[in-house]
């Protein structure tokens, strides 16, 4: 039986039923939810998956950067027109 539980309460969220007949690395992914990092075996590791998590953080901390900058011109633009 595999196991995912939400953060905030503790309580299950997702539960995969195994027979134990086939391999059950791929469960992962019925476990996976966009809100939390699946934590898992490192027999069952897959570089694809860190590999998805380092472009989201790039994409993020970009977008993170643009706000950034654009709400610092339009505080100096402010201070300039003073």
């Given amino acids: 039986m595999h196991v995912s539980f939400a953060n905030e309460t503790g309580m299950p969220l997702r539960i995969v039923k195994m027979t134990g007949l086939k391999h ?4 992962g992914k019925q476990l996976e ?5 699946l934590v898992g075996d490192r027999a069952y590791f897959s570089i694809e998956k860190v590999v998805q998590y380092v472009k989201i953080i790039k994409i993020f901390a970009a ?20």
């Fill in 24 to 27: 059950d690395g791929p469960i």
């Fill in 33 to 37: 939810d966009k809100r939390f990092i």
């Fill in 63 to 82: 977008l993170i950067a643009y706000v950034l900058l654009k709400w610092l011109h339009v505080q100096i633009q402010k201070q300039i027109q003073r």
